[in-house]
């Protein structure tokens, strides 16, 4: 039962072109959003949020969008560049009697091709 | 300022045996969080901890356990291993007191069970 699902295990972009990350999830109960940007043997770094109560938040190359109705959310890069390629996991936020976690997606590998 | 910091980096084990792996949250943060990571997966919560007490807990067996100390670092135990221990254990350190802070992740220690 997975509440954070990203279902395009890959994806591949030409460099300068926009790249597209899609997330959906269950859970009309999670209230903020991550996106993560993963290289090998490297933690996840920390790329942008968007809380429930907003629909677009933007960080230079980076917007994320969310349509709440349709419990989805993206993450667009314009334009992509070849440090972009890495794996990126999208994070849902869970509120349970004060104290939080974070639900993770299976993540998408970006590859953007010079 | 230091990020958050894991170690080791690497551990071989054999079935059976038990593991501790260690984190120091990143500076001015007093809650860690534990995941594991198996090979394509997105990180999975096993539990946070939070002024030295288990706060939440993820689907994981009594084999996994934690622990943190007054200056916010903390420990993961694993009794019992087995060979689907085998993955990325990864830390991650916020604020409790501003609930909107992101989570940032160390670099991982890598688990290897034979």
């Known amino acids: 039962d997975q509440q954070v699902k990203q279902n395009s295990p890959s994806l591949s972009v030409q460099e300068g072109r926009i790249s597209i990350l899609n997330c959906d999830y269950t859970?009309?109960?999670?209230?903020?959003f991550l996106w993560y940007k993963k290289y090998p043997a490297e933690g996840p770094t920390f790329l942008i949020s968007i809380s429930s109560i907003k629909d677009k938040n933007e960080d230079g190359r980076f917007t994320v969008f969310l349509n709440k109705s349709a419990k989805h959310l993206s993450l667009h890069i314009v334009p992509s560049q070849p440090g972009d390629s890495a794996v990126y996991f999208c994070a849902a936020r869970e509120i349970t009697s004060g104290t939080y976690k974070y639900i993770f997606g299976t993540g998408t590998r970006l590859k953007v091709l010079a | 300022d230091a990020g958050v910091t894991q170690s080791p980096t690497h551990l071989i084990k054999t079935r059976g045996q038990q593991v501790t792996l260690r984190c120091s949250p990143k500076?001015?943060?007093?809650?860690v969080s534990w995941y594991q990571q198996a090979l394509g997966q997105g990180p999975q919560f096993i539990f946070q901890y939070y002024e030295e007490e288990e706060r939440q807990r993820g689907n994981f067996p009594d084999r996994f356990s934690g622990h943190q100390f007054p200056n916010y670092s903390s420990e993961l135990n694993v009794n019992a291993l087995l060979l689907g221990d085998s993955a990325l254990y990864l830390c991650?350190?916020?604020?409790?007191?501003?609930?909107?802070?992101?989570?940032?992740f160390g670099p991982g220690t890598r688990l290897l069970v034979l």
């Open positions: 991650a350190s916020s604020g409790a007191r501003v609930l909107k802070e992101t989570q940032y």
């Open positions: 500076s001015g943060h007093d809650t």
């Open positions: 859970n009309s109960m999670f209230d903020y």
